[in-house]
């Protein structure tokens, strides 16, 4: 017989953000704890609000499936000795498995005996089964955690009523100083507790009570309401995804409503006016059929239409003293210049360890010029990226992001605009946050790239100086976020940034400019390579990438972050060639080799006299033609390794590399370094699995 159950855990209010991974972690638990007692079922239904997670499954099993296996132990001559006695071996093996040594059987195995138990284990009925899901919702983890009276345990929120129910049957145990039973509770201020009398009227019985479990039954509604609103009015509406999640697991029982406010604010920049709406007051805003923004909003009661023109005052109030703040920091930062703002920008910290935020900007400042002539900018975009880069942070002393803080940029590229900035500026004041999460949109000019890469650098640079360096999940400079930006921008615009090299020239730009830190920068280079080259690991992963190829690219002795994915391609583009196990061998052998080479033997001229075979010579020929493709780019570089594999092995057959002979044996070494050196710029091969 099939049967259903319901659980439910009745909370305090969570915030809206927990409430999605929440019932998806408990949906998974539930899932991965049947499995593993072995408990058939049909389906595992969520249902979700900010007062409960719950799982409904259909379709469950009377009992856990039945244990009937042939169980392999130790070979018959540990298990007996010869008389034939038990040994501590067979004992412990049988009693493991509850058993004894009389249900032992031998079987042949390649022609060695071995002990063998036939284990049988009846399941356990679905009931007793199901009382263990207490310690499945005990184990459950959360952003923040929080306890209660004088409980030590920590959840989310305060647990307030447990419900499960196996058909009509409660399923007991109990977590603190609850225990489970029939007893829900409907919505906080519309419904009434609630006796479920089988799990199967669980969703409908809430429905009575003002409280719509089903998250999405619940956001279809809220969409088709805003719809509807905006059906009515002729306006559009962006329902924004993110938005209507947040705002769906803020309520029970929808009710859309529209707003207004006055005219008068619609000057202030519309940037503003959707931060206040959306970010603060989570509303949803609406344009006309041109495009423009009205003074409308659409916000989701948590109850019915009842007195709902007292809710729609309420709100309007609360926008309008938000707009009110925004309308009047608008105006007063406007009364200042852009040096009055990065004057003051010499008073505020950028960290305590480090400097102040004036000396981070001329800091930037050495480092975008740098980069600017190695990526190639032009004069028109070099002047841009230099002169945001004097500025490009005085946005954080004007009211509106001292009120605003996610305006930061916004309002920098705007007050920038109205003070007569280059409009190539104000965008690059904008985009140097970008991107502002690890998939987040990317700089779309030019100096707004450079300008982000610099800032970047930056931070990571003389935070590992001042010794903050990101471990384990700890990483509240976001430092692992920035190097994930520094990565993503130098793909987007296919730049060469070889990271090693770049941060010796930041370090002596600023040096000369006389803007270096107290802090030892250089020091930090070969950890800035690491945690750049940790983030390029995270991307190929994530691109499905191979994992051998993603040790090898990033093992190699190239720091640019656009060769270590370009060779990482290559790679992956050759993996199925009939030659590549032969090249990538011939390559490790040389590469082991080269190794052994001392440092100053590795560095030395090869000399042809040297030479006592025909096969060295091809060698240098090779080697020289594979420098020479290397100029080319990886592309060629591969190429040209692959097409002297043949010489490579007729090399090894012919020569005895490591000679009694101290000259021939270091040379026959450099030959072997020069090699290798090439070779690595691919990444190091040795990391290959190849068959």
Not at 13 to 30: G, S
Not at 267 to 285: A, C
Not at 533 to 539: A, G, H, S
């Amino acid at each position: 017989m099939a049967h259903t159950f319901l659980l439910e855990i009745g909370l305090e209010e969570m915030p809206a953000h927990v409430v999605t991974p929440a019932i998806k972690q408990l949906v998974k638990r539930t899932a991965d704890y049947l499995k593993e007692e072995r408990v058939d079922y049909d389906e595992i239904k969520p249902f979700s609000t900010p007062r409960r997670l719950a799982v409904l499954i259909t379709g469950l099993a009377d009992k856990q499936r039945d244990i009937s296996e042939s169980v392999k132990g130790p070979a018959k001559k540990i298990a007996q000795d010869a008389e034939g006695n038990w040994s501590k071996a067979a004992i412990g093996f049988t009693r493991g498995q509850g058993l004894t040594t009389d249900d032992i059987t031998f079987k042949e195995i390649k022609g060695t005996e071995y002990v063998y138990v036939d284990k049988f284990i009846a399941g356990e009925p679905v009931a007793t089964v199901l009382a263990g899901l207490k310690d499945v919702i005990t184990a459950m983890t959360f952003p923040t955690m929080m306890k209660w009276s004088t409980h030590h345990f920590q959840y989310i929120r305060p647990i307030r009523w447990l419900v499960a129910l196996l058909d009509a049957d409660v399923i007991p145990f109990s977590i603190l100083d609850v225990t489970t039973d029939r007893n829900t509770r409907g919505h906080r201020f519309l419904g009434k507790d609630i006796s479920i009398a089988t799990a199967a009227d669980y969703e409908g019985d809430l429905t009575s009570e003002f409280v719509i479990a089903d998250a999405d039954k619940r956001k279809s509604m809220i969409k088709t309401q805003i719809d509807k609103l905006a059906a009515d009015h002729g306006w559009t509406v962006n329902v924004d995804a993110g938005l209507l999640e947040e705002v769906n697991n803020l309520v029970e029982w929808p009710t859309a409503f529209a707003g207004s406010f006055d005219e008068k604010y619609l000057t202030i920049p519309e940037k503003v006016l959707i931060t206040s709406m959306r970010d603060h007051q989570r509303f949803f805003y609406a344009r006309d059929a041109q495009g423009q923004l009205l003074p409308t909003f659409i916000s989701v009661r948590n109850g019915n239409d009842h007195d709902l023109q007292n809710v729609v005052s309420g709100n309007e109030k609360v926008l309008t003293a938000r707009l009110e703040d925004a309308m009047f920091f608008y105006t007063e930062d406007q009364k200042k210049t852009i040096a009055d703002y990065v004057d003051r920008l010499k008073t505020v910290s950028f960290h305590d360890k480090i400097s102040t935020m004036a000396e981070k900007m001329s800091r930037v400042k050495a480092i975008a010029g740098v980069l600017a002539k190695h990526v190639g900018l032009n004069d028109a975009q070099t002047k841009a990226v230099l002169r945001a880069s004097e500025i490009y942070k005085f946005d954080l002393v004007t009211g509106m992001v001292g009120e605003f803080a996610e305006l930061q940029g916004v309002m920098g590229e705007k007050y920038a605009l109205l003070q007569g900035e280059d409009p190539a500026v104000a965008q690059a004041i904008r985009e140097h946050y970008e991107p502002i999460s690890a998939d987040g949109a990317l700089p779309a000019s030019v100096p707004g790239a450079v300008l982000a890469l610099a800032d970047k650098f930056d931070s990571i640079l003389t935070f590992f100086a001042a010794g903050m360096i990101p471990s384990g999940s700890n990483d509240p400079y976001a430092l692992r976020r920035q190097a994930t930006g520094i990565v993503r921008i130098a793909q987007d615009q296919q730049w060469s940034l070889p990271v090693a090299d770049l941060a010796q020239a930041f370090v002596a730009a600023e040096t000369t400019a006389n803007v270096a830190p107290k802090l030892d920068q250089a020091g930090q280079i070969d950890a800035l390579v690491n945690f750049i080259k940790d983030r390029i690991r995270k991307i190929l992963r994530s691109a499905k990438q191979r994992h051998d190829i993603i040790d090898a690219v990033t093992a190699g002795s190239s720091s640019d972050v656009l060769q270590i994915f370009t060779a990482a391609d290559i790679l992956a583009s050759h993996a199925d060639d009939a030659n590549f196990k032969d090249v990538i061998e011939s390559l490790t052998r040389v590469i082991r080799l080269a190794q052994k080479a001392p440092a100053e033997v590795a560095a030395t001229t090869v000399d042809p006299a040297l030479f006592e075979n025909d096969s060295e010579g091809q060698l240098h020929q090779g080697v020289a033609t594979v420098a020479t493709a290397a100029k080319d780019g990886l592309t060629a570089l591969y190429t040209a390794l692959a097409d002297i594999q043949p010489v490579i092995a007729a090399y090894f057959d012919a020569t005895m590399v490591m000679a009694k002979d101290d000259a021939v044996r270091n040379n026959r070494l450099a030959e072997l370094s020069r090699l290798a050196d090439l070779a690595l710029a691919l990444g190091d091969l040795d990391q290959l699995v190849v068959k």
